[in-house]
């Protein structure tokens, strides 16, 4: 299925499990699908089950959503008194669609639990109490976590996802992994069929741990390793440490949720030459979850750190905000620096992020689907290398592997039944009656489906995309806020192209924010008075009511 059929599907309100290979798009569809329903005035509950995954779409966890906490079960009380709050009655009460991403990692008695709270607070014997739900995520990948030995069971083995029924919406499309040998791999491990090819295509991707690069990032199983390594890379770096610490605003027990799902630490402690990795999908800035980079230096006006990144690219990264997102508004978020020390990450954290290169250690895989999720994090095969190994590395949940024909099989039923749908034109009148039940407002005309974002950012420089954004008209401050860079990165900027001779000096000025441009006539006397080679006197004449951000920039055109 494409993930154009599969918006289709959502679109008439159905209950939709939405699975695929890793690569196949899920986050962009949801995301497609998230703006689809807000143009309709439609607000969907956005939830994970788990703290990084929550953080990644903006969302928080389906236990903090539904109220059930980390309970293990619910008494008759316990669901009369939970769906009683008012908080949590009002929350789900307003819902009419609810998005739960990483379903893998959901066991079959939490999804009964969230179940129950919906059909008590919604008066009603209706899964979920009627709610539209979409179930995202892979079963071959990380699987729920369980106390003691018994494994607990996947969602789909609940009664409550038999009474769901989701239409399975599987989508076919690979936008990760482009080499025919490394997907013919990943598909073996998939089908619970390792056979020795693939062992020896993947062996053959072993390297000598002692002469490996050491910038490239390496994927290990347990978080000690992780830590030793990173401490171990930093305290060898020279010169002193910049330290960015992370602030939050909102409620306390949410943002505390978010810090322990935002991917970059509390406090970060970077040094030149760090080897780093972006934690969030900034498309304006050129950074991705999983974008690799090197710390070459900190702006200095601000400190923030100057990476360059593994294609080339030279950018400044200021801090960002995760937020948790409910109502269409901000109930809690952080602010923190997006990148983290990448000489090593755990196989847990990297789920969702795409490398282009990896040293993964699989040597202690304890868990079914560790080393699938590890490897497919890779985009080539080239980029691939295997420093430890065990037997259990490439195996997958039998069970997982036994129900994947079944959800394929469902999937292309799916398909051709909503295409002879969409032929009658019934499709469109569902999707119509979905959301006027809903409480939007439908529009005939379809919004269309944004294209998948290209694997790879193309090879502009920072300035070089500073300068196409001033010369589409865009001003200095609406630069700034379209690559969420400070203003006074984007003084830097325009300094540099100016002097380069690729910025005339007469769009700066067009370009220039009206608060400053006000100013501007009082600056130039004041280096008619003072001399514009060294900018304290003048921010000192001046009473430090210009920044030297602004003294910089009045100074390039001062030189006209």
């Known amino acids: 299925m494409t993930q154009s059929e599969a918006l289709s599907i959502l679109k008439t309100g159905a209950n939709v499990f939405l699975t695929g290979e890793p690569g196949s798009g899920k986050t962009h569809t949801v995301n497609e699908y998230v703006a689809w329903l807000r143009s309709c005035g439609i607000e969907p509950a956005i ?9 990644h779409i903006h969302g928080m966890t389906i236990h903090a959503w539904s109220g059930i906490g980390i309970r293990e079960a619910l008494s ?76 607990p069971a996947f969602a789909f083995e609940s009664g409550v996802w038999q009474d769901l029924h989701p239409l399975v919406c599987y989508l076919t499309e690979q936008h990760r992994q482009e080499d025919p040998r490394f997907l013919s791999v990943l598909a073996s491990i998939r089908a619970a069929d390792p056979d020795p090819t693939t062992v020896s295509v993947v062996l053959s991707r072993e390297a000598d741990i002692d002469g490996f690069d050491e910038d490239v990032p390496r994927l290990f199983t347990h978080n000690v390793d992780v830590d030793r390594l990173n401490q171990e890379r930093l305290d060898k770096l020279p010169g002193g440490p910049k330290r960015y610490v992370m602030n939050g605003t909102g409620a306390p027990p949410m943002i505390e949720a978010l810090k322990r799902g935002c991917l970059s630490p509390e406090v970060l402690v970077l040094k030149e030459g760090a080897v780093v990795m972006g934690t969030k999908n900034i498309p304006a800035l050129g950074i991705a979850n999983g974008t690799l980079g090197t710390v070459i230096g900190f702006e ?75 490897l497919s994090r890779v985009r080539t095969l080239d980029g691939l290398h295997i420093l430890g190994w065990s037997e259990q590395a490439l195996v997958v949940h039998p069970l997982i592997a036994a129900h994947d024909e079944e959800f394929r099989s469902a999937s292309d039923d799916a398909t051709a039944a909503f295409a002879a749908l ?53 001003a200095i401050d609406e630069v700034a806020q379209e690559r969420m860079l400070t203003i006074g990165t984007v003084y830097g900027h325009a300094e540099k192209l ?12 067009e370009r220039i924010p009206e608060p400053f441009a006000r100013e501007l006539p009082r600056i130039h006397d004041a280096f008619k008075t003072k ?27 001062y030189e006209a």
């Not at 939007?440 to 919004?447: A, F, I, N, S």
Request: glycine share 8%.
């Open 300 to 374: 200095h006006a601000t400190n923030y750190p100057v990476i360059e990144t593994h294609d080339g690219r030279e950018l400044t990264v200021a801090p960002v905000e995760w937020a948790v997102e409910e109502g269409g508004r901000a109930r809690a978020k952080i602010t923190q620096v997006p990148l983290r020390l990448a000489w090593a990450i755990t196989v847990h954290k990297s789920q969702g992020m795409s490398l282009d290169a990896a040293a993964i250690d699989l040597s202690r895989a304890f868990e079914y689907g560790q080393g699938y999720v590890a």
């Open 76 to 151: 008759e009380a316990d669901i009369d008194a939970i769906a009683s709050k008012e908080h949590v009655s009002r929350r789900i009460g307003k819902t009419t669609t609810l998005i739960i991403d990483e379903v893998s990692m959901l066991s079959a008695p939490v999804i009964a639990m969230v179940d129950a709270v919906c059909r008590e607070v919604k008066r009603t014997d209706l899964p979920f109490g009627g709610i539209q739900v979409v179930l995202v995520g892979d079963f071959f990948q990380l699987p729920p976590i369980g106390r003691g030995s018994a494994r």
């Open 422 to 474: 969409d032929a009658s034109g019934e499709r469109l009148e569902l999707e119509q009656n979905f959301v006027k039940a809903s409480g939007g407002h439908w529009e005939k005309e379809p919004r269309p489906m944004s294209e998948k974002p290209l694997k790879k950012a193309a090879k502009e420089s920072t300035y070089d995309q500073t300068l196409r954004l001033l010369e589409e008209g865009k």
């Open 531 to 557: 001399g514009a080679e060294h900018l304290t006197p003048i921010y000192d004449f001046l009473g430090g009511a210009v920044s030297f951000d602004d003294l910089r920039l009045a100074r390039i055109l």
């Open 498 to 509: 100016v002097h380069a001779g690729k910025l005339s000096r007469e769009l700066l000025r």
């Open 47 to 55: 939830t994970a089950s788990t703290g990084i995954a929550a953080t």
